[in-house]
């Protein structure tokens, strides 16, 4: 199946040397209801012969230069290397992923968490990291900044499709754990109903990423819950939701 037809969302932060970088939707593949078509998520319960025929799928017609390494997410703030013998000692526990090794694949699988690609400058160095809001407050993105060999200015990063500011309602607890630390964070909530309220992971994002010197930020401004057609989405669809995988890597000289 073609990319087109499988509705692949590319960084709009134009050219990157070697470095590549999409998200999948639920659009193509196989499977079916709830988890139709496209789904890429193990920890689903899913028919294991539809996961693996996509998983193939995409690697064919994304012509990936080899299976991604995947991790078993946790929502926290670990950030693994990847490289040649990913996987060969088990699958990590980790939130990110970061290679400097050319055709080493990293991803991450969401499904109204924020996804969020760190590139090098040159193509040096490229990670991955699976933002949702614990992993956010906790610190994934400084973690991933920190442990790439480039320095924060010279990185960018694009933020790829996550639950928007009109669905993400969360409670006062989840507020608290970014305006602690940040006062200024408070902005990118609203008032919701009650003692609820509604968050805005872009903007959350951004305003860690630029506090560690990362100014190239593109990317944001989609919503996983209410574009139904086209991604997979937790909280609107609850234990049915699938998956949908963020992959960036190297390209070979």
């Given at each position: ?8 969302l590319r960084p709009d932060w134009g050219a990157v040397g070697p470095v590549a970088a999409l998200t ?41 230069p080899a299976d991604p390494c995947w991790l078993r997410q946790v929502h926290g703030d670990r950030v ?25 694949v990293c991803a991450v699988l969401t499904a109204d968490c924020l996804p969020v690609v760190v590139a ?134």
């Open positions: 199946m073609s990319e087109a037809r499988q509705g692949i999948t939707t639920r659009i193509g593949g196989t499977g079916s209801s709830p988890f139709a078509t496209l789904n890429l998520g193990s920890r689903t319960a899913d028919q294991p012969r539809a996961l693996a025929a996509n998983r193939q799928r995409i690697r064919r017609a994304l012509g990936l693994v290397r990847a490289d040649a013998d990913h996987g060969k000692q088990g699958i990590p526990e980790a939130d990110a992923a970061w290679t400097s090794v050319p055709g080493v090098g400058p040159d193509g040096g160095c490229v990670a991955v990291a699976h933002a949702g809001w614990r992993s956010l407050a906790g610190g994934i993105l400084e973690n991933t900044v920190a442990a790439l060999p480039s320095p924060a200015p010279q990185l960018r990063a694009w933020l790829g499709p996550a639950i928007g500011p009109a669905a993400f309602e969360v409670g006062p607890e989840v507020r608290s754990a970014f305006v602690e630390r940040d006062a200024g964070a408070a902005v990118a909530f609203r008032r919701g109903r009650g003692d609820r309220w509604l968050g805005n992971l872009y903007v959350l994002a951004r305003r860690r990423l630029r506090a560690l010197g990362v100014a190239d930020i593109s990317g944001g401004g989609r919503c996983t819950v209410t574009e139904r057609d086209r991604f997979f989405s937790h909280r609107r669809d609850g234990a049915g939701a699938g998956r949908m995988a963020t992959l960036a890597w190297l390209r070979s000289a």
